[in-house]
């Protein structure tokens, strides 16, 4: 495609409109002025004709893949091959999703000699999770006296994947995901009460009986004890609810939390924390898996560790959508039955206001907290508290308000009573605080070795 430029509609409005507007006024300049305006338009002409192809072989490679973080300024690479011929300047445009905010609104390069390549960078910011597709890129450049712009669309087929941003998370739980040592520290084996056998040794007066090897101690006759260490590769499982219930926008008071924190939605809030407590858990030396569920399981990843691991999760969790329907516990603690043998850390990221779903919730927690370790967290809903915990009400609306919130409250905690007297965990954490309460429960279950 060819277009005129400004400098040919200035020269135009220099040239052609006195030389047509001469002739009818002196008839002597008639023929000149057409002459004058026919070598015009014969220059453009073949300024046009000589830049058609001065655009052979100027190409843009772009990665096939592209990775950013929501809410971080990352940039788009991309590699301009220059053609047989100069060109002056050129201008890059993609069409970007709204999702994705370009610095500029396209790039103007300098493209290398001919024959030559050159790297550049398109700098953006993300604004949600997910993964994007560009078909496409368009060109522009001058003609070889600048009187026609040309343009041409190219291929450029990759992708932009946006993975939740954690940067903030980790800062908030650094002093247990930095690996720091202090002058003068050690670290020792710790030895425990867990499950992981480490050797045996002769009775010492105080063992207790069930610690007795009782085919040690008959094949020596002696007492002979057995010592146990704290468990080396423990595993951890956050499970993500996606259903319509993650779907609601929570309203954090949490005073370090960002203004626009509170414009994400639960789903958001609990990938980015789950993210944040398998950081942790890899940390301590356990194995972090990853369940996500709505009306049936959705994407299971079986507990490890290392890079490879963690970034499959990320993949696993970029492009994680809610969906409308209703959260099905049966069907979710079916699959952890028949799926998880080894005993874990079943953290579940859900929501449990709702009567009847709390109510499946703890019928189904019998299947599981036999061989595992449930423990159930939520964001606290907003508003819900006790009746005169917060400020004076000022009008009638605020009086109806505290009673609904102080009667959401109250549910609640004869929710959590109920799971404690069948020993699963309950916590309600602040929208903002999510991650860093995750890791701080997390930490606490390991020093006691509750696991």
Not at 351 to 357: E, K, N
Request: charged share 20%.
């Amino acid at each position: 495609m060819i277009t005129p430029s400004g400098r040919l509609l200035l020269w135009f409005s220099a040239i052609v409109l006195p030389l047509a507007l001469m002739g009818p006024i002196v008839p002597s300049m008639a023929i000149p002025s057409v002459l004058g305006i026919l070598a015009f338009v014969l220059f453009v002409l073949m300024d046009a004709l000589y830049s058609l192809g001065r655009d052979h072989g100027v190409g843009i490679i772009f990665q096939e893949v592209v990775r950013m973080s929501n809410g971080r300024q990352g940039s788009i690479p991309m590699t301009v091959i220059s053609g047989a011929r100069k060109i002056g300047h050129l201008r890059i445009g993609l069409a970007f999703p709204k999702e994705i905010r370009p610095l500029k609104g396209e790039l103007v390069v300098a493209p290398p000699a001919a024959g030559e390549t050159s790297h550049f960078e398109w700098d953006c910011t993300p604004l949600k999770r997910g993964g994007y597709l560009f078909d496409n890129c368009h060109i522009e450049y001058p003609s070889a006296f600048g009187l026609w712009a040309i343009r041409r669309r190219l291929s450029a087929s990759f992708e932009v994947r946006v993975y939740p941003n954690i940067l903030g998370e980790k800062r908030s739980v650094a002093a247990i995901l930095l690996n720091r040592g202090m002058p003068g520290q050690h670290f020792h084996r710790q030895v425990g009460q867990g499950r992981e056998f480490e050797r045996l040794r002769e009775y010492v007066h105080g063992d207790s009986y069930d610690s007795i090897h009782w085919k040690a101690t008959a094949r020596r006759h002696r007492p002979i004890t057995k010592v146990y260490q704290l468990e080396r590769s423990q595993e951890v499982y956050v499970i993500i609810d996606s259903s319509r219930l993650s779907a609601r926008l929570p309203h954090s008071t949490h005073g370090g939390v960002q203004p626009e924190a509170g414009h994400e939605s639960a789903l958001e809030r609990f990938i980015t924390a789950g993210l944040v407590l398998g950081m942790a858990a890899e940390r301590q030396g356990d194995n972090f898996g990853l369940i996500t569920f709505s009306e049936g399981v959705g994407r299971f990843l079986r507990a490890g560790r290392g890079r490879s691991h963690f970034n499959a999760c990320k993949e696993a969790l970029y492009t994680l959508r809610n969906d409308p329907s209703t959260p099905d516990y049966n069907e979710l603690c079916s699959f952890i039955s028949m799926k998880l043998r080894k005993r874990a850390l079943l953290v579940f990221l859900t929501s449990l206001d709702d009567p009847v779903l709390s109510e499946a919730f703890i019928r189904n927690m019998e299947i599981i907290k036999r061989k595992h370790l449930p423990v159930a967290c939520m964001i606290k809903p907003a508003g819900a508290e006790a009746l005169f915990s917060g400020q004076p009400a000022g009008t009638i609306a605020d009086v109806y308000a505290r009673l609904g919130g102080h009667l959401i409250w109250h549910d609640l905690n004869e929710l959590g009573r109920t799971l404690a007297s069948q020993g699963v965990m309950f916590n309600m954490f602040e929208s903002g605080s999510l991650g860093s309460e995750l890791v701080e429960m997390y930490s606490t279950l390991k020093r006691r070795q509750a696991l």
